[in-house]
Nanobody, 123 residues
Framework: QVQVVESGGGLVQAGGSLRLSCAVSGLRFIINYMGWFRQAPGKEREFVAAIKLTADTPHYADAVKGRFTISRDSAPNTVYLQMNSLKPEDTAVYYC????????????????WGQGTQVTVSS
């Protein structure tokens, strides 16, 4: 059984930092992409960042480029999202996802999802 476990959300003041972690268990192979999406109240889920695990190639949404960094761990199917210079508009539930495809910005590409972790940035 595949499980996606996220951790690291919380409450932070604007300008602060948080680090999210995500680990996928139950897979026999290294998955192709792991990504982060977020959903704010009343808004659609949106792409934040993704990384191709076999190539260590990161990708970012324009809204977070230069502030967020996605990285992989030496442990298989484990990634982090370092979030710096946080803004109130970053407030959302952040979801980790893992998929075998290549269209990393498309949420439907990802087969496995975590339960989400709340990130709240106060002004």
């Amino acid at each position: 059984q595949v499980q996606v476990v996220e951790s690291g959300g919380g409450l932070v003041q604007a300008g602060g930092s948080l680090r999210l972690s995500c680990a996928v268990s139950g897979l026999r192979f290294i998955i192709n992409y792991m990504g982060w999406f977020r959903q704010a109240p009343g808004k659609e889920r949106e792409f934040v960042a993704a990384i191709k695990l076999t190539a260590d190639t990161p990708h970012y949404a324009d809204a977070v480029k230069g502030r967020f960094t996605i990285s992989r761990d030496s442990a298989p199917n484990t990634v982090y999202l370092q979030m710096n210079s946080l803004k109130p508009e970053d407030t959302a539930v952040y979801y980790c996802a893992a998929g075998w495809g290549n269209i990393y910005t498309d949420s439907t590409m990802y087969e496995y999802w975590g339960q989400g972790t709340q990130v709240t940035v106060s002004s």
